[in-house]
């Protein structure tokens, strides 16, 4: 935690800077379609009053294949004695085995969930058998599941080849649609299996047991020109509907935090291309106005209004430190997160540090997935002295923005510019803080690996201004040993190296001749290899090191434009493929098509 704090401090130092810091927009409220990377060419393609498609015709969800119940031999036990299980309950009781091992299954709310949940599925004469799960042994149906996994990786390469291609039928037949005459990949055409809900962070809810989903829990989307998919035999569609101003292709809502679940078009899809694209150009239009926005909600921290001020301030925090506006939720039904406008007087401390003279907040809570949130940071005094009037005669537990609302805010901000949310804050600040990052870390002189971790470094403080933490991986210890053992095994080359190309250069000054001068090369061009290759596993360990605790994936493919990294790779000659795998380079097709090197943000 503490040398994630040290990295954020550095991280938010831009951010914090006074608002005219900020470059000037070169460009005006509206698309810059005459500069090059704009991506005109999309807008025109639009359809008009919100319609997305004319024709959509696909095969529906590919449905979790039917419980297979385990095989003879494989037994439950309850207090010492094996038990047999009717269908329902043995299925359930497969969840909480294949899970033994997990940490999940030590938590209390997890246990009691899933055991109140499980008795509802166990006939009349288990339940009365079946009341404390201290007695439960699920033993051998966890190692079943364990021996199971171990051989599915074991099996020849015929049958890896056999599965594979199944796989390959299913993702043919179920995996795509079709979208005004074009063929497009579906992301997600299966159902999720029944399992044990984990939630994230300690989710109240956490051990629950989620639901098979079924044909007749299903709403089918689809144009009615096209043949509406066929349910498996003996079901049928809860509803079948043609709705052209939505990209989803099939709905349901599960059972346990009733939250609706769709299958989507694949991110490399044409339309959620063009949504990722509108994203970014709203954030982009924000650069044009940001300025002036902090100028009226500066203004408004001494607004008479108290709504304004703490609109106003809630605002400071969420463009200077990337807050998440933080959504209302129903009690219980999540874990105890909080963003900006839901922070609690508990959340914040007030200091006055040098001698008086700085202004200090600090913020400690439990954001998005219950990871921490905590920052010491230096604000403006009138932040401050707001924060200590919102706090006045508050207990611990109270709101400390009790007048405002994410809606409320929300709705602001729409008024201040069409298409702006809290949240295009967030993808404005980061995608500025990269281009900066990118510019003051890159030098054109450097290796391909030296660049990569320059690249990397610019990603890691947008994610720590983000807040997108992790705990060290397990394996993080052993990954490192190996590369450590790595580089002192080459590190050992290259010295040899240096004598051999030291003895080559005394043969050749005593003897003469090409052969020891073609001796003196070869060892040359040898140690300059090994030199290269010295370096990069060098540069790879101290990414690593740097990397153990901080999440890269969430910003990079969802708060980065990435017309700003793919501009930088054509600038410095690194490889795109060295900064966005296959599947994320298919995602950001557009953005390869569109992002010229002179590309700005």
């Known amino acids: 935690m503490l040398a994630f704090q040290l990295l954020r401090l550095q991280a938010v130092r831009v951010l914090l800077g006074d608002s005219s810091c900020r470059p000037a927009s070169r460009g005006s409220l509206g698309p810059r379609s005459t500069q090059k990377g704009s991506g005109a060419g999309w807008e025109e393609e639009k359809h008009k009053d919100g319609v997305k498609w004319r024709q959509l015709e696909h095969r529906g969800p590919y449905f979790a294949p039917p419980y297979e119940p385990l095989p003879d031999g494989v037994h439950f036990f309850y207090d010492g004695k094996p038990m047999k299980l009717s269908m329902a309950a043995e299925e359930v009781a497969t969840f909480y085995g294949k899970m033994l ?16 949940d499980w008795r509802k599925e166990m006939t009349v004469e288990e339940r009365k058998v079946i ?9 051998e149906i966890h ?3 364990v021996d199971k996994a171990t051989a599915q990786k074991a099996l020849p390469r015929e049958e890896k080849q056999k599965l594979k291609e199944e796989a390959e039928k299913l993702q043919q037949e179920f995996g795509y649609c079709i979208l005004d005459g074009h063929r497009e990949k579906i992301g997600n055409f299966k159902t ?14 956490m051990g629950m047991l989620k639901r098979r989903v079924m044909p007749e829990d299903v709403i089918i989307n689809c144009s009615r020109d096209s043949k509406i998919p066929e349910p498996p035999g003996g079901h049928q569609w809860k509803e079948v509907r043609s709705d052209n101003t939505v990209t989803w292709l099939a709905a349901w809502t599960e059972n346990i ?6 299958i989507m078009l694949n991110p490399s899809s044409k339309l959620k291309g063009e949504k990722d694209w509108q994203k970014y150009e709203i954030a982009r239009r924000l650069k044009g106005v940001v300025n002036e926005i902090r100028s009226l909600y500066r203004a408004d921290w001494k607004s008479q209004d108290m709504k304004k001020r703490q609109r106003a301030v809630a605002l400071y925090f969420i463009d200077k430190l990337a807050l998440r506006a933080g959504n209302e939720k129903e009690e219980g039904e999540a874990a105890d997160t909080v963003g900006c406008c839901s922070l609690r007087v508990e959340h914040v401390q007030l200091h006055l540090e040098a001698d008086g003279h700085q202004h200090v907040v600090e913020l400690d809570f439990l954001g998005k997935d219950s990871i921490r949130y905590y920052n010491r940071v230096p604000v403006e005094k009138p932040v401050y002295k707001n924060l200590q009037l919102f706090m006045k005669n508050k207990d611990p537990g109270d709101d400390l923005f009790d007048r405002l609302t994410t809606t409320s805010l929300n709705r602001h901000l729409q ?11 967030r993808t404005y600040n980061a995608s500025v803080t990269l281009q900066e990052q990118l510019q003051a870390l890159t030098h054109a002189e450097d290796s391909v690996a030296a660049k990569i971790l320059s690249y990397n470094r610019a990603n890691r403080a947008v994610a720590i201004l983000c807040n997108h933490q992790r705990t060290t991986p397990k394996t993080f210890e052993k990954s490192m040993q190996n590369l450590q053992t790595k580089i002192k095994a080459k590190k050992e080359q290259v ?12 043969d050749h000054k005593t003897q003469g001749g090409n052969k020891s001068r073609s001796s003196l090369e070869k060892k040359r061009r040898l140690l300059e290899k090994l030199q290269e290759q010295l370096a990069r596993l060098s540069t790879q360990a101290t990414d690593k090191e740097e990397n153990k605790q901080v999440a890269l994936g969430t910003s990079k493919l969802n708060y980065l434009d990435p017309r700003i990294s793919i501009a930088w790779c054509k600038r410095f000659g690194v ?3 060295k900064i966005y795998n296959k599947t994320q380079r298919e995602k950001f097709a557009w953005a390869l098509d569109m992002a010229g090197e002179d590309f700005e943000f």
């Open 192 to 205: 999720e299996p029944p399992g044990l809900f984990r939630g994230r962070g300690d989710h109240p809810k």
């Open 101 to 116: 091992d997990h940490e999940y299954t030590t938590k209390e709310v997890f246990q009691n969930n899933f055991f109140s």
């Open 575 to 577: 490889p795109v493929e």
């Open 143 to 145: 190692r079943y599941f």
């Open 131 to 139: 009341k404390h799960l201290d007695k439960c042994d699920f033993t």
């Open 415 to 425: 008024d201040l510019m069409d298409g702006l949310t809290a949240k295009v804050f």
């Open 257 to 262: 935090q009733n939250s609706i679940k769709y």
């Open 495 to 506: 010295a040899e190296a240096k004598v051999e190309l030291k003895r080559a250069k005394s």
